[in-house]
């Protein structure tokens, strides 16, 4: 059977296709996936260009505070809201800029099969390095333990409780926010081993396939 | 772009060329479910990417260029994963069976054997079938043209020696 042939007998599928499509049912689903997307990007935007100035508002309204109230106060107390707020300020510079020079990696890919899985795999790259690099993970990490840590013992100063009576609470804050980073970083790299590795191993192969043989 | 001229643009590509994501759906995803979901990622891939169509390319190039993309990153496991527990039942109902009058009966013993093919040959295969050119396919899949032309002619002494061996069987 020659090719002319077998082309032949593909092209009988137009007259008859393999499938029917429920429009309704797939103009609904388009909807609900779209609505899942907005509503994810609005979750990060609000994360990255909402808490991070209310976190600050908040430690600009603890130095006021202190530096309003007649108690004595010590520079130490004055530093506290703001290393917070440069803390919080200082992760969300971190994450833009490492969002936009990634969005500006990606952009350098074209439309092809071999660029859109070269796409995913610089995708994958950054998720797992992310997680995995130490660097990265002191960047994502630190700073929002400096500023939770900060915003504690802000809290703690402003209200002018000895820290005899107090130490079990900002020793606990400090420990629960150690934890929590852990925790996420923990639960950042199994993502890694489980999904992202597998993924990007497939993702590595059919790159290989398609320069197989150039 | 409004989501209404969005919807309308997909619409008319659904309606001219949706076999090319049958044929996709076909030939990379073998349970129904799996058909079904594969065909619903495919659809959206296509939907949200009519504001980057340019024209540079015919609609049928373009939707086999997303399909394919999509096609060959996509996996059923990742995916659910991906989609957290969303509960299957969404897609359910959205790709129908057709019946096989008026089909070659050929036309399945092409997938059987493009099946077994990898994921970018089989990609290949699909193009050649579908009458693309050696400079079209190239575009498609980003390599050269003398390499679709090495794939191109693996896949057919593939095909036929298959053949061959079923008429001697």
């Known amino acids: 059977m020659s090719l002319d042939e077998l082309m032949k007998a593909w092209q009988s599928q137009d007259a008859a296709p ?3 499509v429920d429009e309704a049912l797939l103009q609904q689903a388009l909807r609900q996936e779209e609505a899942k997307v907005e509503s994810q990007r609005r979750v990060e935007g609000w994360v990255l260009y909402g808490f991070t100035p209310l976190a600050i508002a908040g430690l600009a309204f603890l130095f006021f505070l202190m530096f309003y109230d007649d108690d004595a106060r010590t520079s130490w107390d004055f530093a506290l809201p703001i290393v917070g707020a440069a803390a919080f300020l200082l992760w969300a510079c971190l994450l833009y800029v490492s969002r936009r020079a990634q969005a500006l990696r990606e952009r350098r890919f074209g439309a092809s099969l071999r660029d859109q899985v070269a796409r995913h795999l610089a995708q994958l790259d ?13 960047r994502d990490g630190v700073p929002p333990f400096v500023a939770g840590v900060a915003i504690m013992l802000a809290g703690w100063r402003i209200n002018n409780e000895p820290f005899s009576t107090q130490w079990h609470w900002i020793v606990g804050g400090i420990l629960f926010s150690g934890g929590v980073s852990v925790v996420t970083v ?29 | 772009m409004l989501d209404s001229e969005r919807d309308r643009i997909f619409n008319g590509w659904l309606a001219g060329h949706k076999g090319i994501l049958f044929k996709v759906v076909h030939a990379y995803a073998f349970e129904h479910e799996d058909r079904q979901d594969l065909f619903q990622e495919i659809a959206l891939q ?39 527990k969303q509960p299957l039942e969404a897609v359910e109902g959205l790709l129908t069976t057709a019946s096989s009058d008026g089909r070659d009966p050929r036309v399945e013993w092409l997938y059987r054997q493009i099946a077994q093919l990898k994921d970018v040959d089989r990609s290949v295969a699909l193009l050649m079938l579908d009458g693309f050119s050696y400079k079209e396919i190239a575009a498609i899949v980003g390599i050269t043209e003398s390499n679709v032309g090495v794939k191109i002619n693996r896949i057919k002494s593939a095909l036929a020696g298959k053949r061959a061996e079923e008429a001697e069987s």
């Open chain 1, 18 to 20: 393999l499938y029917g």
């Open chain 1, 126 to 138: 950054y998720q797992t390095t992310r997680a995995v690099r130490l660097d990265n993970v002191l």
């Open chain 1, 186 to 214: 923990w639960l950042q790299r199994r993502r890694v081993k489980r999904e992202l590795l597998p993924r990007k191993r497939r993702l590595e192969a059919l790159l290989e396939e398609l320069d197989d043989c150039q």
């Open chain 2, 46 to 84: 296509v939907w949200r990417s009519v504001d980057a169509f340019r024209g540079e390319s015919s609609v049928p190039t373009w939707m086999y260029r997303v399909a394919l993309n999509t096609a060959i990153a996509w996996n059923r496991k990742e995916d659910r994963h991906q989609r957290g």
